[in-house]
Nanobody, 118 residues
């Protein structure tokens, strides 16, 4: 059974940092594209960044470039989202996503809330 479990969210002041973790189980971690998405209240979800299949380099949406870093530890089946210099507009629920190769089956975690406020 595929399972993604996020952790590490919380309340942080503007300019602060958080690191989210996503522990994956039930599938071959290295063969999936691993991504992070976020959804703010009342807004559509957006891709934050991640690794595509076979890639060792993460890509990011423009608004987080230079502030967010995605990494993974294959031995721990874990992907991380390091968020620095957080801004109020980063407030959202952050979701881990695993996407298989064709037929592109997508799995989601339950999310972790990040609130940036003074």
């Amino acid at each position: 059974q595929v399972q993604l479990v996020e952790s590490g969210g919380g309340l942080v002041q503007p300019g602060g940092s958080l690191r989210l973790s996503c522990i994956a189980s039930g599938f071959t971690f290295s063969t999936y594209a691993m991504r992070w998405f976020r959804q703010a209240p009342g807004k559509e979800g957006n891709w934050v960044g991640g690794f595509t299949w076979g890639s060792s380099t993460a890509t990011y949406r423009d608004s987080v470039v230079g502030r967010f870093t995605i990494s993974r530890d294959a031995a721990k089946n874990t992907v991380y989202l390091q968020m620095n210099n957080l801004k109020p507009e980063d407030t959202a629920r952050y979701y881990c996503n695993a996407l298989s190769t064709a037929p592109h089956i997508s799995y989601w975690g339950r999310g972790s809330q990040v609130t940036v406020s003074s």
